[in-house]
């Protein structure tokens, strides 16, 4: 099955800083990443997703750019905020359906 | 509109007990599935039901654990004679359907303590 890995487990950034997270994906057959937000204490949230027929989307301060043949997708966030700092989790859709989750990111922003 | 709901929010119980934890999607969804998510880790794929299709049960850790769901509503994850590394939030989602890449939307979770 796809196996979805998040690099680095923690990142702190300087608030107005810009934060980068990478994923990579092992299925070539993958064609949805979505990336979930997860304050503390509440559920997971959409905040971003791409499909395989796309290279780059963007949504105000966050975009995230897929590189097929390389199998990696990456969630850029600019001029951060406080409100920010959260754990990011990368997925990727499987053949069947599913979504393979990577293990989160907790994103720090120091004031 | 009514987001996706679970119940209970908390659930305490001893060991060797069992246990059942409800979700409910929201209406008109078709894809409805079931995470672990152990402290400060990643989310752990169970369950998924697509309409009326066989689930995929593919993600259920031991044959302690089964899950149910009534047409396109109601589901329940049952964990019977509960272990205590089975403590951890079981999220359920919900989305538009499971055959087409679509936003998976998350209940606020049951958190499951085993002692």
């Known amino acids: 099955g796809e196996n979805v890995e998040q690099h680095p487990s923690t990142l702190s950034v300087q608030e107005g800083d810009s934060a980068v997270i990478k994923c990579t994906y092992s299925d070539s057959a993958s064609n949805y990443f979505p990336w979930y937000k997860q304050e503390l204490g509440k559920r997971p949230q959409l905040i971003i997703d791409?499909?395989?027929?796309?290279g780059e989307k963007k949504d105000q301060r966050i975009a995230v750019t897929l590189n097929k043949t390389a199998k990696h997708f990456s969630l850029h966030i600019t001029e951060t905020q406080p409100e920010d700092s959260a754990v990011y989790f990368c997925a990727a859709r499987e053949g069947n359906n599913r979504l393979a989750f990577g293990k989160g990111n907790q994103v720090v922003v120091i004031p | 509109g009514a987001g996706v709901s679970q119940s209970p929010s908390n659930k305490v119980t001893e060991k060797g007990k069992d246990v059942e934890l409800r979700c409910d999607p929201i209406?008109?969804?078709?894809?409805l599935y079931w995470y672990r998510q152990r402290l400060g880790q990643g989310l752990e794929f169970l369950i998924y039901?697509?309409?009326?299709?066989?689930?995929?049960k593919s993600g259920l850790p031991s044959d302690r654990f089964s899950a149910e769901r009534t047409g396109e509503s109601v589901s329940t994850l049952t964990i019977q004679r509960t272990q205590q590394e089975d403590s951890a939030v079981y999220l359920c989602?919900?989305?538009?359907?499971?055959?087409?890449?679509?936003?998976?939307?998350f209940g606020p979770g049951t958190r499951l303590t085993v002692l």
């Open positions: 039901f697509q309409g009326n299709s066989a689930p995929d």
């Open positions: 989602a919900s989305s538009s359907s499971g055959t087409t890449p679509n936003e998976q939307f």
């Open positions: 209406s008109g969804h078709t894809a």
């Open positions: 791409i499909r395989s027929n796309v």
